[in-house]
């Protein structure tokens, strides 16, 4: 076994093996860029060097200046983790010339599965079903198009190399083939440095079903259950779960063995995923093969007993597969939310920002996170913005899914948007509870999923103002007796009562209150309601009896601006002050960017005339696209920003003026 050993990523994945390899007394190294100077992975290893600046293409997309770390730390070997430089060939081959172990599958095997295309015709001839479309050599738009015509619509545009979703498009009729063509091109070159595409019969109603394989040295091959991730957003999954519900056995032996094949027939050595689409009559088809660990792997540890980490240790370290088929067991249930920086009421557009206040659930036997951050840190434009993996397990699937709705509702982050309570309304939903599951679950149940806040608007004004008024008893509690009328802070007066205005400023709008302090608590009037109302505070805890209505919130407050959080829901609002200006912002907000990020493409000139839909500008923000369309027919003005530029979310990008007939 190695006594050293380079984690050649960063955030939870780099976390995750570290835990593994100190477990087994290996010491760890860890690389890092000038943006995770103070990230977590780096506290954790045993030593770290600086790789250069936040970019990735300057720091961890840099293999030789990996292997040069590897060499002057005397690492043994190299574990890749996911993403970066885990499916690269170059790298792999790299590492293996300087006499360094590659903690993954041999570089010939990144590369029969790097293509996608290459990889179905090595499917066809392991007799692994495919999905019918093209994956042919010839790139020629023309021949695309036509491609595309005799495989039918819909169908999806796929980047041959890479994945997560990038460099991907459903296209639905022949009319917007040539655009989602341009997209997904240029998504792809940007993401992985290779255009091409290949084109698959677009399945409706499939589910996402993979299997975790892995393979020694030895020849020897075995398959770990399987895991369903059908729940995606823009082909990235949300929520993932093992074993996947309602797979009879039959079907799953019979995609494991198809796994097992697939991978034995590239010489695989390692852990790899067999990704297959399940379609309602029981087939199953061929997807692609991700050569490394996956985002998911911990829901296939927990029914399993096993860490796959350690059998990637073990493995390429030359040694046998810890367990044969036939000792393979499977016990209960898991599932696995992806929690990450990202605004689900606007397309689930990445966040920036810094995690100013995070409390996750009590981790045990049945709930384990997975992350890479701590509070205080940034989330900046430069990664993916995964903040952590919430992994839950129980006896059934029932059970499983119950203790993740209660531990979302224990995962409390304020200072940026997360998608915290959309995980909390999926998990809780009657489709998702009733297995039924397919790619396109989100779209099809959007009621359920992003439903009216559950906590009454007034309830949270009256304890927002109540926490604010303990507030400041507490921060004048020294100033005498407590129980003294002239200790109150409700500027008491003999023989009367003081009734004190309130204003608070919640989704935009002021809202005015009349608090009246009481002997036991306070008197809230918000329009014509009444609130009698009892409260506590003890840490982050705001305990209220409102009307007789006994409830308790959480609370974190920075530079004014309170959040209450209340069964996996957010209730934010500030204290408003009458020289607070919002400002006016009179540019079109389909004009200005919509999160923090990088303009690509710029498609459109100073004067050009322009249809309501045109694509003006794509944006990228963590390797997505995001295309601003024209709102109105009309004639561009200023253009602010050029391609390669760094823009902030709300600024203008376009001035667009619109034609009189519009504007009408």
């Not at 296939?300 to 810890?322: F, H, S």
């Not at 997360?418 to 989100?442: E, H, M, Y």
Request: glycine fraction near 8%; proline fraction near 4%.
């Amino acid at each position: 076994m190695f006594s050293k050993i380079l984690i050649a990523n960063r955030g939870e994945i780099a976390c995750r093996v570290i835990q593994t390899a100190h477990r087994l007394g290996i010491k760890c190294v860890a690389v890092y860029s000038e943006a995770d100077a103070n990230a977590r992975h780096v506290a954790m290893a045993d030593e770290a060097f600086l790789l250069g600046p936040a970019p990735s293409s300057e720091s961890y997309l840099r293999a030789d200046r990996i292997i040069e770390i590897c060499k002057q730390s005397g690492a043994q070997a190299v574990h890749p983790g996911y993403g970066f430089l885990s499916e690269n060939t170059g790298f792999a081959k790299a590492c293996e010339e300087n006499g360094i172990v590659f903690i993954g599958p041999p570089a010939s095997a990144i590369a029969s599965m790097g293509s996608k295309s290459a990889a179905k015709e090595i499917m066809s001839h392991a007799n692994v079903p495919l999905v019918p479309g093209y994956h042919g050599a010839d790139q020629s738009p023309a021949l695309l198009k036509k491609e595309a015509e005799n495989c039918g619509f819909p169908l999806l545009l796929k980047a041959v190399a890479g994945g997560g979703g990038k460099g991907m498009r459903v296209v639905e009729n022949l009319t917007e083939f040539d655009e989602a063509l341009e997209s997904a091109c240029r998504e792809a070159k940007n993401a992985f440095g290779n255009p091409d595409m290949l084109i698959e019969k677009y399945l409706t109603q499939p589910r996402h079903v993979e299997i975790q394989v892995f393979c020694d040295s030895l020849g020897n091959g075995v398959y770990l259950a399987e895991r369903d991730c059908s729940v995606q957003r823009r082909h990235q999954k949300v929520i993932e779960e093992a074993p996947a519900p309602g797979l009879s056995e039959e079907t799953r032996r019979a995609m494991g063995e198809a796994a097992v094949r697939a991978a034995q027939a590239i010489d695989y050595v390692g852990a790899g995923t067999v990704e297959f689409l399940y379609d309602v009559d029981g087939s199953f088809y061929f997807m692609e093969m991700n050569t490394r660990l996956q985002v998911e792997h911990p829901v296939t540890e927990m029914i399993t007993g096993q860490d796959l980490v350690e059998w990637q240790l073990k493995i390429a370290a030359g040694q046998e597969l810890p367990l044969a088929q036939d000792q393979v067991r499977i016990t209960g249930h898991s599932l696995e939310a992806r929690i990450y920086a990202e605004d689900p009421d606007n397309d689930f557009l990445p966040a920036t920002g810094t995690l100013r206040y995070l409390r996750t659930p009590q981790e045990n036997t049945h709930v384990r996170v997975d992350t890479g951050v701590t509070e205080g840190d940034e989330v900046s434009v430069y990664y993916d913005p995964m903040i952590a993996k919430l992994i839950v397990w129980d006896d059934s699937r029932e059970a499983a899914i119950s203790r993740m709705v209660k531990a979302l509702e224990e995962y409390r982050i304020a200072g940026l948007k997360t998608n915290v309570r959309f995980l909390r309304n999926l998990a809780n939903a009657q489709p998702f509870k009733q297995q039924q599951l397919d790619t396109g679950f989100i779209d099809k149940h959007q009621a359920l999923l992003f439903p009216q806040p559950h906590l009454d608007v007034h309830y949270g004004l009256a304890m927002a103002a109540c926490y604010f008024m303990e507030q400041q008893k507490r921060q004048h509690s020294s100033s005498g007796d407590p129980h003294s009328p002239f200790g109150r802070h409700n500027s008491w007066r003999l023989n009367s009562t003081r009734v004190r205005p309130f204003k608070l400023e919640h989704d935009g709008e002021i809202c005015e209150l009349n608090i009246t302090e009481t002997t036991t608590g306070y008197d809230v009037a918000i329009d014509d309601a009444r609130y009698d109302i009892r409260a506590s505070v003890c840490d982050d805890a705001l305990s209220v009896v409102i009307n007789g209505h006994s409830l308790t919130v959480h609370c974190h407050i920075d530079e004014g601006r309170l959040t209450l959080f209340h069964e996996g829901e957010q209730f934010i609002c500030n204290r408003f002050s009458e020289s607070f200006d919002a400002g006016d912002h009179d540019a079109d907000a389909s004009l200005c960017a919509p999160m923090n990020g990088a303009v690509v493409a710029v498609l459109v000139e100073k004067g050009q005339q322009v249809s309501a839909g045109d694509t003006l500008v794509v944006m990228e923000a963590m390797k997505m696209e995001h295309s601003i369309k024209a709102p109105a027919d009309g004639t561009v003005g200023e253009i602010f920003f050029k391609e390669g530029e760094l823009v902030s979310e709300g600024a203008e990008l376009i001035a667009l003026e619109q034609n009189d007939e519009e504007a009408a």
